[in-house]
């Protein structure tokens, strides 16, 4: 392969506007640059926040609660800023996901706990963690708390939620979220079921 | 194999002094209870805390600290109810671990962190843990709580000591600690050493 330097060299001096231009994005990049600004454009669509990525659906921030409520409308939503997340039946084989929505401070969260077969050895582990629906910045704004409680034992995490712009599956994949394995669920969980206490607090 | 029932029914009514009667112990057992009863037995020698079993030194509880500051003299002691255990060089390959005593409420705590290698995927699990050097009784006296906290996370276990006479084995096995993974350290420590706030308190 024979590289053009001289188109290279136009390719390097040369920028684009933003794939997401016609959505209100006024930025151009040189090309080099131009995937991770796209990655974080605050114009890029939303995805469907629901774990599994079952759903395609795509749309602006303002339209992603109607289209849980419209189509998504058996996921349970509690007002509140402290709330108990029941995870029930956590000793179904397999891969599954719990959601819940939480409203509070005018603002609605979603509650994620998947758990996940790792390893051939059929180990599982769970994974818990909290996304705003709303922009990086707003979801700055917050802390979560998740908490685990029994009889003189305890686990907590607390963190900075997840925008849904962002997803939670890297946090997931980094362990930047709570997580336990089954042995653990089983010291907290009452006849196969999981509460979780869920606060969430303003800055 | 003939049964001899009327051994066996012999055998049933009959009561063994437990093996620690020369220590003290002044119980009897049916056959079929003494084992479980000797497990348990409070004059049971003391194995030697330390983690990893080199160590073969039994004794009595009030001998335990004598051979700890004897034998395992490297050992950093702390005082105080509340301290930080600094472990050092936590990238270290293989199974290690990092032990430090803490002096509060004139008893003796030892702390244990224990990463251990698991699966084939190389995927390693850090495992946090405190044992009191006291009895079964003493340990339930007390809570403990651990804690790795950095810029917006937070991780926290709390829950009773272990007694060294039941040993640390058995809650690491079954995840009744911290544990977490090798990915959530990475979120928590600073130039490959992991500080855990350890806060020890009276019930
Ligand atoms: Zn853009
Ligand atoms: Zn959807
Ligand atoms: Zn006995
Ligand atoms: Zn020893």
Redesign the interface.
Same mark, same amino acid.
Do not use: G, I, M, N
């Given at each position: 392969s024979v590289r053009n330097l001289g188109l290279e060299k136009i390719a390097n001096t040369v920028k684009f506007p933003c794939k997401f231009a016609q959505s209100g994005c006024t930025l151009s990049f040189h090309h080099y640059e131009k995937v991770e600004h796209e990655d974080a454009c605050e114009f890029r669509p939303y995805l469907c926040p629901c774990p599994g990525a079952s759903c395609k659906w795509q749309g602006n921030l303002n339209e992603v609660m109607h289209h849980l409520m419209k189509i998504h409308k058996s996921i349970t939503t509690l007002q509140g800023e402290d709330i108990v997340f029941l995870a029930t039946d956590i000793n179904l084989p397999g891969a599954v996901d719990w959601v819940m929505m939480q409203s509070c401070f005018n603002f609605h969260f979603m509650l994620v706990l998947e758990k996940q077969e790792?390893? &051939?050895?059929g +180990?599982q582990i769970f994974y818990a963690v909290v996304q705003l629906i709303g922009t990086k910045k707003e979801a700055e704004m917050f @802390?979560y708390r998740l908490e685990l409680s029994s009889h003189?034992?305890? *686990?907590?995490? &607390?963190?900075?939620p997840r925008s849904i712009h962002e997803g939670i599956a890297h946090a997931i994949s +980094? @362990? %930047?979220c *709570? @997580?336990? %394995?089954t042995?653990?669920a089983q010291?907290f969980a009452e006849n196969g079921n999981l509460g979780i206490n869920v606060t969430i607090s303003l800055n």
């Open positions: 790792k390893f &051939e050895h +180990q @802390s003189r034992r305890r *686990l907590c995490w &607390e963190a900075t +980094q @362990s %930047d *709570l @997580s336990f %394995d042995p653990t010291l």
